[in-house]
Nanobody
Framework: QVQLVESGGGLVQPGGSLRLSCAAS????????MGWFRQAPGKEREFVAA????????FYEEYAKGRFTISRDNSKGTVYPQMNSLKPEDTAVYYC?????????????????WGQGTQVTVSS
C-alpha cells in the first residue's frame, strides 16, 4: 500500500499562483514517480503533470506547459506542482497519484493509489 497526502489547495484570483504538495509513504518501491490529475464538476479526470523519482523527468499536459512546474524532494518523498498564471478554467479538485513502474504517464491506467484530493478554485 502507498499512502498519499495532498495539501496546498485554496482560493486564488485569476493570474495568481498556488503550490500544491503530495507526500508519499508506504510501499513506494513499486512506483517510479508521481502524477497529478484534476477533475472539474461534470468533467472527466484529466492528466496535469508527472515526474519520475530517479532522474526527475517531467511530463505535462498541453494546457500546463509554461504555467505549471512539477518538482520533487526525494528525501521527503514529496512532489510539488507549482501552478502560476492560474485561470478560472483551472478550477478543479487536484489529485496526486503514484505512477506504476513502466506504465504510461499521460493516462489514468498508468497509476495506482490516489490521494484524497485538494480543491483549487480560481475566481475573482
Amino acid at each position: 500500500q502507498v499512502q498519499l497526502v495532498e495539501s496546498g489547495g485554496g482560493l486564488v484570483q485569476p493570474g495568481g499562483s498556488l503550490r500544491l504538495s503530495c507526500a508519499a509513504s508506504g510501499r513506494t518501491s513499486s512506483t517510479d514517480g508521481m502524477g497529478w490529475f484534476r477533475q472539474a464538476p461534470g468533467k472527466e479526470r484529466e492528466f496535469v503533470a508527472a515526474i519520475t523519482w530517479n532522474d526527475g523527468v517531467t511530463f505535462y499536459e498541453e494546457y500546463a506547459k509554461g504555467r505549471f512546474t512539477i518538482s520533487r524532494d526525494n528525501s521527503k518523498g514529496t512532489v510539488y506542482p507549482q501552478m502560476n498564471s492560474l485561470k478560472p478554467e483551472d478550477t478543479a479538485v487536484y489529485y496526486c497519484t503514484a505512477h506504476i513502474t513502466g506504465s504510461v504517464f499521460y493516462s489514468l491506467q498508468g497509476y495506482d493509489y490516489w490521494g484524497q484530493g485538494t480543491q483549487v478554485t480560481v475566481s475573482s
